[in-house]
């Protein structure tokens, strides 16, 4: 894991700033704290400052790494791991590469010298690279199939610069830094801005499993990968052999560190799996170390779970009280994500990787196992409409209606569930999973945007391309659609950037077994019945896996590393809530009505409306708004 920005000259007169690109890249010096590095190309078309953190072949792989080559040098710039570049590097040493480190850097860079960017389908990991090619004066921006790890370009005045936190772009003079407004519209929507916008004019973000040639072609990221979306049939016991190979294997292709590893260990299934299947691989459970962390409040408490696991796998484990101060957090977390970013479980997972720091470097989690094997309610309820009735659809139609009433505000009580659910019976599928998802409806958004913020956008144009993206793969399930769409929206835009952001702010390398591309190939091809049934998801999964694990593990039901943002934003919270939110700055910016705000806050601070949700991604943005003033 490391960061890096650099700068290409794409058209025009002078040279590519090598020091100000060493300069930028002190901005990524949380992401790489091990080592810092330079390179500015004998041409003067490109520089790159980069900063390491060293988790395999420590002594040697520093970076960017220059070869020569005839007819000019050739520089990488990456982060991530390339896990099968053991295998990669013995085959180019079969066929006469020679190499000076033990590392997966000079392997990515021997595979692009020696295949080009034929290179990537060949490839196992999770990373961001920058490749100058000064043979052709060509650079190459790639990032990997989930979009594990980030980058972010901005094309200004005859060149482009990029890097792995718009922090560091920021630091650039010229740059279009103009609120863009349907960006602003998304993350409104859902929470977030989806690749390839970004919340400014002037930046984007590469999109998951694309590259960008410069110059060249159209000037426009190219795909290189897609998740699969037809269902094939299988039978569970071969299914089952498939699913545990996978895992396994993936499990252990991410062992392989010359630094401790550890295990983020919330007693739910796929972080169990994955602690399970690490204490397989090592032979002696005592030497993994596991985490599990949890607020007072029992609710959001998830340690007495990872303990019940803990125990009867016999790790080295260690429980973390997280004790937050959210008012004097919120304003560190706006820093370090840089664009609004809603997700309220950033917060926990910012204090977690905060505390495991000091006793591994390397961690491993259970991201990707819902979106692979369908475990999200949101799922479930999309494989539900699909087999419903038309009696059925309308009886739970007339019931949400007359339940709507009385149904308590929780947003997590059962009822007010059953409500949600049943809103988007007659809605079209994309909509309907839209529904499931969404921070605001389309209605909730006309009430809350002032009229000179709708007239500089199409209101349903969030919506339209969420749905648009949903129906691209003309899948055969609604269930295989859904995720295939989590997979290309929700998982690179809110889960992977929460996880990367949260866990590059202290060093600590994250990786998660289930976001190997063949697992979650795997999962998304397997028929509806091997994942989910009308008592939940992931079935496969236990089926797979539930003898090396207690029952209750499977039985539990699903909650999400959350936080008690709802009572938080009726206590500590509320004074700033209002400040922020009520100030006349940012009721200036011209984005939404105060009248809407101060009915948002009043109503969910007397209790008659849950906008737990909402009110933090409006915190958010006001917080976010205030630190671009200064």
């Known amino acids: 894991m490391c960061g890096f920005v650099g700068e290409f000259i794409l058209t025009g007169e002078g040279r590519a700033d090598g020091p100000r690109a060493a300069r930028l890249a002190e901005r990524l010096a949380h992401r790489g704290p091990d080592e810092a590095g330079a390179f500015a190309s004998a041409d003067g078309r490109c520089a790159i400052g980069f900063r390491r953190l ?77 490749i100058y090619d000064g043979r052709e004066g060509r ?30 772009l920021l630091g650039y003079e010229g740059l279009d830094r103009q609120i863009e407004p349907p960006a602003l519209l998304s993350y409104l929507t859902l929470g977030y801005v989806p690749a390839p916008r970004s919340i400014w004019r002037g930046i984007e973000k590469l999109p998951p499993a694309s590259f960008l040639t410069l110059p060249g072609g159209s000037g426009e990221p190219q795909s290189w990968w897609t998740p699969p979306c037809r269902v094939r049939p299988v039978a569970q016991r071969e299914a089952v052999e498939q699913v545990r190979a996978a895992v396994q294997a993936a499990v252990t292709a991410r062992l392989v560190a010359d630094v401790p590893i550890g295990a983020l260990l919330s007693g739910g299934v796929d972080s169990s799996i994955v602690t399970a299947l690490m204490c397989q691989a090592a032979g002696e459970p005592r030497a993994v170390k596991t985490f599990s962390a949890g607020f007072a409040e029992s609710t959001f ?85 699909q087999h419903m009735s038309a009696t059925k659809t309308l009886l739970a139609t007339a019931a949400a209606m007359l339940a709507d009433s ?129 008592r939940g998801g992931k079935r496969i999964l236990a089926a797979a896996f539930g003898h090396l694990l207690p029952a209750a ?32 700055s940012f009721i200036d910016t011209g984005w939404v009505k105060r009248t809407a705000l101060e009915h948002l806050i009043d109503s969910h601070a007397a209790g008659k409306a849950d906008h737990r949700h909402r009110l933090w991604a409006l915190l958010w943005l006001g917080r976010w708004a205030q630190r671009q003033e200064k």
Request: with cysteine.
């Open 406 to 534: 009385f149904a308590p505000r929780d947003e997590k009580s059962p009822l007010r569930r059953f409500v949600r659910f049943a809103r988007g019976l007659d809605a079209p599928p994309a909509l309907r999973y839209l529904g499931y998802r969404a921070l605001f409806t389309l209605e909730q958004l006309d009430g809350l945007m002032t009229d000179e913020f709708a007239e500089q956008i199409a209101p349903t144009a969030a919506r339209d391309a969420f749905a648009e993206l949903y129906e691209a793969g003309e899948c055969d399930t609604e269930l295989s659609a859904a995720q295939r769409h989590d997979v290309l929206d929700y998982l690179p835009n809110d889960l992977l950037v929460k996880a990367d952001i949260a866990s590059m702010a202290h060093g600590l390398e994250l990786r998660s077994p289930f976001l190997d591309p063949r697992v979650i190939e795997l999962g998304l091809s397997l028929p509806d019945e091997l994942k989910v049934s009308r």
């Open 553 to 584: 593990v499977f039985r539990r039901r699903k909650t999400g590393f959350g936080v008690p943002l709802g009572d938080w934003l009726k206590g500590p919270l509320l004074p700033m809530l209002r400040q922020t939110l009520l100030d006349q």
């Open 54 to 130: 060293s988790i395999i072949d420590l002594p040697l792989s520093h970076q960017p790494m220059v070869r020569p080559a005839s007819g000019g040098e050739v520089a990488l710039a990456f982060n991530g791991e390339i896990y099968n570049f053991r295998a990669l590097r013995a085959e180019l040493a079969a066929a006469g590469e020679r190499f000076t480190t033990q590392g997966d850097t000079e392997v990515l860079l021997a595979m692009y010298l020696r295949f080009g960017l034929a290179m990537l389908g060949r490839l196992e990991g999770m990373f961001a690279a920058a």
């Open 301 to 385: 408490d998830e340690r007495p779970y990872g303990r019940q696991v803990a125990e009867f796998l016999g790790t080295e484990h260690r429980e973390l009280l997280v004790q937050a101060d959210a008012a004097a957090l919120i304003d560190k977390l706006v820093a370090q994500y840089d664009e609004p970013f809603a997700d309220s479980s950033a917060l926990p997972t910012y204090l977690l990787c905060q505390a495991i720091r000091p006793h591994v470097k390397v961690a491993l989690g259970g991201d990707g196992g819902d979106e692979a094997f369908g475990g999200y309610d949101r799922h479930r309820a999309m494989w539900l409409t």
């Open 139 to 168: 650079l190459y921006l790639i990032r990997d199939r989930l979009g594990v790890k980030p980058l972010w370009v901005a094309r200004t005045a005859g060149r482009v610069v990029f890097a792995s936190e718009a922090k560091a």
